[in-house]
């Protein structure tokens, strides 16, 4: 079986030349300069000045699960995050694999949403750090797996030169050295992108690991709030939860009594 993640780099290298065909590099550079001249919200600070450090995901669909909430609003449930607690907002814009657009960030802060908000994407090309701050985001993630540290170092220093934060993922120990191309924030993701095994236990080895001023993000697997306790203990400041409150039938409450059994047990 192909190794999940290679497939989704190479439909992701096929959708972004269909995405240039559409809107030229040209054009997407003269609508993004005027943005420009306008700052984002950090979401680094925003992690580490919470209480919680929720990162609330707005996820529809995934690879391993299949559809979660299809019928899920960008205008609606991003929105309610917002209003519950959480301190920055995670948007899958991948609509293969993960059911979702770059509108999806529009409609969200069209509908209200002030907080940082990460463009949840697989990036492997420049074009789409310009689709990102076009659309609204005030970070990028960006995955060790998929990219070599050469090519994340030149698309790190874009996404700064258009006032993006970045989010670098990692996995296992070797990608760690990713990490001195210092991010705005550290992301250990407890889920193999190729296998989707999933083991919360990953951000807890490799936390000792990163940077001692990073600011980590444990990203996938993290449904108690005991573990974002645990974690916030083992230096963490961000945790990236979706699917936990997704498959509920109301994600904003979901999240707002998630923080209150975070707060209750502080």
């Not at 990162?55 to 209003?83: C, D, H, M, T, V």
């Not at 980590?216 to 709030?225: A, F, L, T």
């Amino acid at each position: 079986m192909q190794d999940i993640l290679q497939e989704i780099v190479a439909h992701k290298r096929l959708e972004v030349e269909q995405f240039k065909a559409q809107l030229s590099e040209r054009e997407i550079h003269r609508r993004v300069e005027p943005l420009l001249e306008f700052g984002v919200s950090s979401m680094a600070k925003a992690l580490t000045a919470s209480e919680s450090g929720i990162i609330a995901e707005f996820k529809r669909k995934s690879p391993s699960k299949g559809w979660i909430k299809k019928e899920g609003k960008a205008e609606e449930i991003p929105l309610s995050y917002q209003q519950n607690g959480a301190a920055a907002l995670s948007i899958l814009t991948d609509e293969m694999y993960f059911g979702g657009r770059d509108e999806f960030i529009s409609k969200a802060r069209q509908a209200g949403v002030k907080i940082p908000v990460l463009y949840k994407n697989f990036v492997i090309d420049e074009y789409q750090l310009f689709q990102a701050r076009l659309c609204g985001a005030s970070a990028v993630l960006l995955i060790a797996a998929d990219l070599k540290k050469t090519a994340c170092k030149t698309l790190l220093k874009t996404a700064h030169d258009l006032g993006l934060e970045v989010l670098l993922e990692m996995h296992s120990e070797p990608e760690l050295e990713y990490a001195e191309l210092e991010p705005d924030m550290c992301g250990i993701n407890n889920r193999n992108l190729g296998s989707f095994v999933t083991d919360v236990q990953n951000s807890f080895r490799l936390a000792q690991l990163l940077p001692k001023d990073a600011v980590k993000v444990s990203e996938s697997g993290i449904s108690h709030p005991d573990t974002v306790k645990a974690l916030r203990l083992a230096g963490f400041r961000g945790f990236l939860i979706g699917e936990n409150f997704m498959k509920t039938a109301d994600p904003g409450s979901a999240l707002n009594e998630f923080i209150k059994e975070i707060n209750s047990q502080s």
